[in-house]
């Protein structure tokens, strides 16, 4: 969120220290979230073989709203975030609500990775209680992010290194048990077996349909590297760039492992609760590998809950800046921290650990907090498309300016909308998602009740006041910068 006039010019404000690397790696680290490692099993057990036109549909997307995210934030450097960007174009309810469930998704999806660290970690040291795993992570993840931002971005850079080099490891071996004929229990690997256990579609329309449910969380965090915008160096050359590779990365990491996973083991093999990772590390005899491969999804889920505490605490400081969240949560460390925030992320991060021994069943743990993340997640990239048609509309000199326009315009902002109303029906065609979905709006409710009493202080009036004279100022600025180019 905007600092600039919030703050006085001796407190500590967030610093630019995320380099193109770094923005490059939290990009992709947010591309490649637990869903693909721990929910895949899911998915391709849901739709079988026509699970890769379910990735490839939902990043093709997803893709939209990141280039329309990245004109947005673009059009205006004093934007720190999009919630940022939908408070100015929609209102400040639409930064109320935008910045509390964006923060809410993270809290959400953070508990989704500390129960997937539990889960796996009783698989590497079977009888650990679920609680130290639980326990050490959050702690961990709190030393992380108490140093500086730049510390965050090289402990990300390499989470994400981590999770490139485990996709590129197995879609290697993959490709040499597929050529040397490699025979399993199930039968020869081959690229056949895409198609020969039922064709594309084995479950038909409703088994496609399925598929969505748990594939849309493996995208959650692609939004990620919009919170940060405030902290990256040179926005205006690394965010486009960062955004541009989004297919690539997708049709790499999500349908090139997928199609690898399926043509060595066919496709009726797979089950949910079971990473198809160490399930193929294991089926090729490289027991050392499955077990290493079991700590890189470990740290897959810690780099996910790691983006997680650090987007929240973002979030909340700019909240808390805007006069939307309690102010000791707008206080920065002398490292330029927001370490109120994150203490505040962290202490409920812990309610993972109690809600797997309330329910003693990680799988179901974790397809409940999915969901609603995932609703919520999609509610988030909504918003940051109503912001684009109202950016559209009210400021059309700015997009006939702009180096970054978003392709395909408002028509596909439609299409997009289209498709998220889409997933919202795919939820309701399981009892499990059905469940979690009509638990959601509880959290809309109690935002709207706050926003209620929220709305009319003085110190919120006055706030959102000084914000948008930021915004306006830095529009004038960049206004005549552009006069004067084009008179040159």
């Known amino acids: 969120m905007t600092t600039k006039s919030l703050t006085s010019h001796q407190e500590p404000q967030l610093e630019r220290q995320l380099s193109n690397r770094h923005i490059q790696l939290i990009a992709i680290g947010g591309a490649i979230g637990t869903g693909l490692f721990m929910g895949s099993g899911k998915t391709i057990s849901a739709a079988g073989p026509s699970v890769i036109f379910v990735y490839m549909i939902i990043g093709f997307m997803l893709f939209f709203v990141m280039r329309a995210m990245g004109e947005l934030l673009l059009s205006n450097l004093n934007y720190k975030s999009f919630s940022d960007f939908a408070a100015d174009l929609l209102g400040p309810w639409a930064g109320f609500f935008t910045g509390w469930t964006y923060w809410f998704c993270w809290v959400i999806t953070g508990i989704a990775d500390v129960i997937a660290i539990a889960g796996y970690s009783k698989e590497l040291w079977p009888g650990l209680p679920l609680w130290i795993p639980g326990l050490a992570t959050v702690a961990i993840l709190l030393l992380l992010n108490l140093t500086t931002v730049k510390a965050f971005g090289e402990t990300e850079f390499w989470f994400a290194l981590i999770k490139i080099i485990a996709i590129a490891a197995l879609i290697v071996v993959g490709m040499f048990m597929i050529f040397t004929g490699f025979q399993s229990d199930a039968g020869p690997a081959t690229f056949t077996n895409l198609w020969s256990h039922g064709g594309f579609f084995p479950n038909e329309f409703m088994g496609f349909v399925a598929g969505f449910q748990i594939a849309v969380f493996a995208f959650v965090g692609i939004e990620l590297v919009g919170t940060t915008a405030a902290e990256a160096k040179d926005p205006e050359k690394n965010l486009p760039k960062a955004i541009n590779s989004i297919p690539i990365r997708v049709l790499l990491f999500y349908v090139g492992a997928l199609i690898i996973l399926m043509s060595v083991t066919p496709w009726t093999q797979f089950q949910a609760g079971h990473s198809p990772f160490i399930a193929m590390f294991s089926l090729a005899g490289l027991g050392a590998a499955a077990t ?70 990680i799988g179901k743990a974790f397809d409940m907090v999915t969901t609603v993340s995932a609703v919520c997640f999609v509610f988030v990239w909504s918003i940051i498309l109503a912001s684009y048609l109202a950016f559209r509309r009210r400021r059309p000199h700015l997009h006939e300016t702009s180096k970054y326009r978003m392709p395909g315009g408002k028509p596909m902002v439609w299409l997009v909308f289209a498709f998220f109303a889409f997933v919202l029906w795919a939820l309701t065609t399981q009892p499990d998602t059905l469940a979690a979905l009509l638990v959601t709006p509880a959290w809309f409710i109690l935002l709207g009740a706050a926003w209620l009493v929220l709305r009319r202080r003085p110190a919120h009036l006055a706030r959102y006041a000084a914000f948008q004279a930021d915004l306006a100022q830095e529009e004038e600025s960049s206004t005549a910068q552009e006069f004067e180019k084009v008179q040159k």
């Open 292 to 361: 290493v491969v079991n700590l890189v999804v470990l740290s897959s889920a810690m780099s996910s809950a790691n983006s997680g505490i650090y987007s929240t605490s973002r979030m909340v400081y700019g909240l808390a800046q805007e006069g939307d969240a309690p102010t000791v949560f707008g206080a920065l460390s002398r490292r330029k921290v927001p370490q109120n925030a994150l203490f505040l992320s962290c202490v409920l991060l812990l309610s993972g650990v109690v809600l797997m021994y309330a329910g003693q069943d």
